[in-house]
T-cell receptor
């Protein structure tokens, strides 16, 4: 079975600075997807960024980028130029390569952005 | 494009009572998911539908939980009877489900927060 682990229950960052959230996972599959989701207090789960395991290049989306280390089964999220609106719970998630597969989530990291 | 709709947003019930949640996925999305998110944890899949057929219900407590997706569109999730440990947010998500080799993003609804007293 696949597992996703987030070892940082809480993180904080000053506005305009950079923060990195950590995630490790376990799988026997060679092809899969990894995700970071953001969940603000409204509870709406929002996709931040996606990484295909077969791609060596790390995904980037504006201020958000990942460091994907396939051999180490590590998948961290870097948020640059942090903004107050980035404050939320962040979940790392895994999905098998087959489209339509379930998402397996980590426990989450609560990010606080200080003005 | 309208998103995934869920109702109610909040529900408070006594243990041993019954409760039902409703989900309307994005138009045209064939795959529908129900996730349970207990406070302080990540969401966990309860059941997945492809059109009106069940794809995965391995983590659904079938002695008390049931779900259906009539006509492959709306879905209802029912708990009967509820236990204290069922207190959680119930998230519905949908995706295209066309399986043509590219990833189908899951879009989530706002969830229903259930409190069992």
């Amino acid at each position: 079975a696949q597992t996703v682990t987030q070892s940082q229950p809480e993180m904080s960052v000053q506005e305009a600075e950079t923060v990195t959230l950590s995630c490790t996972y376990d799988t026997s599959e060679s092809d899969y997807y990894l995700f970071w989701y953001k969940q603000p207090p409204s509870r709406q789960m929002i996709l931040v960024i996606r990484q295909e395991a077969y791609k060596q290049q790390n995904a980037t989306e504006n201020r958000f980028s990942v460091n994907f280390q396939k051999a180490a089964k590590s998948f961290s999220l870097k948020i640059s130029d942090s903004q107050l609106g980035d404050a939320a719970m962040y979940f790392c998630a895994y999905s098998r390569e087959t489209s339509g597969s379930r998402l397996t989530f980590g426990e989450g990291t609560q990010l606080t952005v200080n003005p | 494009e309208a998103g995934v709709a869920q109702s109610p947003r909040y529900k408070i019930i006594e243990k041993r009572q019954s409760v039902a949640f409703w989900c309307n996925p994005i138009s045209g999305h064939a795959t529908l998911y129900w996730y349970q998110q207990i406070l302080g944890q990540g969401p966990k899949l309860l059941i997945q539908f492809q059109n009106n057929g069940v794809v995965d219900d391995s983590q659904l407590p079938k002695d008390r939980f049931s779900a259906e997706r009539l006509k492959g569109v709306d879905s209802t999730l029912k708990i009967q009877p509820a236990k204290l440990e069922d207190s959680a947010v119930y998230l519905c998500a949908s995706s295209l489900g066309d399986f043509w080799g590219h990833y189908n993003e899951q879009f989530f609804g706002p969830g229903t927060r259930l409190t069992v007293l």
